[in-house]
């Protein structure tokens, strides 16, 4: 594979279609916030940190909703473990998009990692999967911001992007980081 290549704010994100867990599917392109669509990209379900993550989000999606900001965390994890996930990790309500294809993720500047084995969570890694990432999207299909990340640790907290999101709807604060001809 080649590197990721980053995205960046006001242009347009890439294509992406993912089956969720509770049935139906994600596509960025169909969604209407009145705001923003968040996407957490996480690593699956062999990955403790991201359970930790996604119990929090899920904690917040009565903030987020109120913001008129859509969410959603997708994995290159199967349909199976996709369930495992919400079930294991008490997740009733956020959206759970698997089946992740690995050339879309580098397509949306996502770092791949390659599978070690069990973790201490007692899961299996997969073969390959992608590594953490964050992006806000404009509801014109445009990215607005991104963090992406080639390790499970140091992520953004959501109480952090709810904070920035209030900021930036209040004065109208334009995305950053688009200058491309440098």
Not at 48 to 59: F, G, H, N, Y
Not at 109 to 129: C, D, K, N, W
Not at 162 to 179: C, F, T, W
Request: charged residues 20%.
């Amino acid at each position: 594979m080649t590197n990721p290549a980053p995205l960046f704010p006001r242009q347009p994100v890439p294509p992406l279609h993912v089956d969720l867990a509770s049935g139906g599917s994600f596509d960025p392109a169909s969604e209407k916030p009145a705001q923003f669509t968040l996407l957490v990209f996480y690593r699956g379900l062999h990955c403790p940190i991201c359970k930790t993550q996604l119990k929090e989000l899920e904690s917040k999606l009565d903030e987020f909703d109120k913001r008129g900001v859509a969410v959603v965390a997708i994995s290159s994890d199967t349909r199976e473990r996709a369930l495992q996930t919400t079930e294991a990790w008490g997740l009733t309500r956020l959206r759970i998009g698997y089946g992740l294809d690995l050339a879309v993720a580098r397509r949306w500047g996502l770092f791949v990692s390659s599978g070690r084995g069990m973790t201490s969570a007692g899961v299996e890694e997969p073969a390959r999967f992608s590594e953490p990432a964050l992006y806000l999207i404009r509801p014109d299909g445009t990215l607005y911001f991104g963090s992406v990340q080639t390790m499970p640790f140091a992520r953004p907290h959501f109480s952090d992007i709810l904070a920035a999101i209030d900021y930036v709807l209040k004065n109208n604060y334009p995305a950053r980081g688009e200058a491309t001809d440098v």
